[in-house]
């Protein structure tokens, strides 16, 4: 059974610091891009980090640039945005996403929350 399983989420005062992890499980990740994406009620969702498969290829939205780094570790089957200096605009639900070809996948999303 292919799935993406979020955690790492949380309540997190501005100017804080939380880590995702997003483990697959059912398929391997070595041949996907994997990407993290955002979504606050009644808005789109938003692109906010991706890395090719090999980690060759990194891009940010403008609005985390420079706070939020993504990471990958395919051994672990496990992908990664460290997210620093965190603001309440960062408030939403960041979901997990692999893909290849037609082959996508999605996370069931875990929130982040900053407040103070």
């Known amino acids: 059974q292919v799935q993406l399983v979020e955690s790492g989420g949380g309540l997190v005062q501005p100017g804080g610091s939380l880590r995702l992890s997003c483990a697959a499980s059912?398929?391997?990740?070595?041949?996907?891009?994997m990407k993290w994406y955002r979504q606050v009620l009644e808005k789109e969702r938003e692109l906010v980090a991706e890395?090719?498969?090999?980690?060759?290829?990194?891009n940010y939205a403008n609005s985390v640039n420079g706070r939020f780094t993504i990471s990958r570790d395919n051994l672990k089957n496990t992908v990664y945005l460290q997210m620093n200096s965190l603001r309440p605009e960062d408030t939403a639900v960041y979901y997990c996403?692999?893909?290849?070809?037609?082959?996508?996948?999605w996370g069931q999303g875990t929130q982040v929350t900053v407040s103070s």
């Open positions: 890395i090719s498969s090999a980690g060759s290829f990194i």
């Open positions: 996403n692999a893909r290849m070809l037609t082959f996508v996948y």
């Open positions: 059912g398929f391997t990740i070595a041949t996907y891009a």
